[in-house]
């Protein structure tokens, strides 16, 4: 579904998912099945391969190349407000396994952490120094106002049954001056405006129905930078800077059939172009909770 004066989209069980959301209390989510678990949270309960290597389906080149990388859009802006010594707390919400979680606590060593996943996989932080672990969703939890000096959510505030909600509660934790860093899809790079004029037209020369599911996959919210700039503005938070990124798969080494072949050519040959226009897949935020 897409709201034409907004120009976001939106999964068309939105409205229903959030009635059955708003009575998800913690003891439930712990009692999910698979199935449950991926109606309410679109991705699967577990990232991982049963050990530390996370999306082994597209076959990285380097796990540690993929991790750094993901984590390097966060350091790179925490390190520009606070230094790696300073005593701060920081909230990773929708952590996973916890290899942001883990990775931040080795660049920052006096921080305190708190990392939050309704995902039975995040318990694998049990016992790590520094990090408190919460198998919940930010709305079930009851923090303290201005808790935090950073909120991060990285990867996954578009499969969140309402992200806006999300945002207003992220801030209301931070502290005044305090950092919300967070990404999404972005619902005007080429490829996906491209997918969705050819469901609007019925085309099937691209074998559309494969097209299209692949460019809305893991996608609850399709969202756009100036709906979201607005969006922060009119909640109170200053956003320092924004900017695109590529699709994971055109930013670190793999061997995924995604970017092989014809289909790969084309892929990088729209993110060039998106690349110019500041429009690649992913858009990053930081925002600064005014006083």
């Not at 579904?1 to 003891?27: T, W």
């Not at 945002?167 to 860093?181: E, M, N, S, T």
Request: aromatic share 10%.
């Amino acid at each position: 579904m897409f709201c034409s004066m907004c120009g976001i989209s939106f999964d068309s069980n939105v409205s229903e998912v959030l009635k059955r959301y708003a009575r998800l209390e913690n003891p439930r989510i712990t009692d999910l099945s698979e199935d449950e678990y991926r109606e309410y949270f679109i991705e699967s309960s577990d990232i991982t391969d049963g050990t530390d290597n996370i999306y082994t389906e597209f076959n990285w080149d380097s796990q540690d190349e993929l991790k750094m990388g993901i984590i390097s859009h966060i350091t790179t802006q925490i390190d520009e407000a606070y230094s790696p010594q300073d005593k701060i707390s920081i909230l990773d919400v929708g952590c996973g396994d916890g290899f942001t979680t883990i990775l931040l606590s080795k660049a920052y060593p006096n921080a305190n952490f708190v990392a939050m996943d309704p995902s039975p996989s995040i318990n694998k932080l049990r016992g790590e120094s520094r990090i408190k672990v919460y198998q919940s969703v930010l709305q079930n939890t009851d923090f303290a106002d201005s808790s935090f000096d950073i909120v991060i959510i990285l990867g996954n505030l578009m499969l969140h049954a309402d992200p806006f909600d999300t945002l207003q509660l992220a801030k209301r934790l931070l502290v005044d001056g305090g950092l919300l860093l967070f990404d999404f899809k972005n619902i005007n790079c080429s490829s996906r405006v491209l997918a969705k004029n050819l469901g609007f037209i019925g085309n099937r020369a691209l074998n559309k129905k494969n097209f299209i599911q692949r460019n809305f996959s893991n996608m609850r919210y399709g969202l756009s930078r100036g709906y979201m700039l607005d969006f922060c503005e009119s909640i109170g938070l200053l956003v320092k800077n924004s900017y695109s990124k590529p699709p994971r798969l055109l930013e670190f080494g793999n061997k995924s059939q995604h970017t092989r072949g014809l289909s790969g050519v084309v892929w990088r040959l729209l993110n060039t172009v998106d690349q110019a226009r500041d429009e690649m897949a992913w858009l990053q935020f930081t925002c600064i909770k005014k006083d």
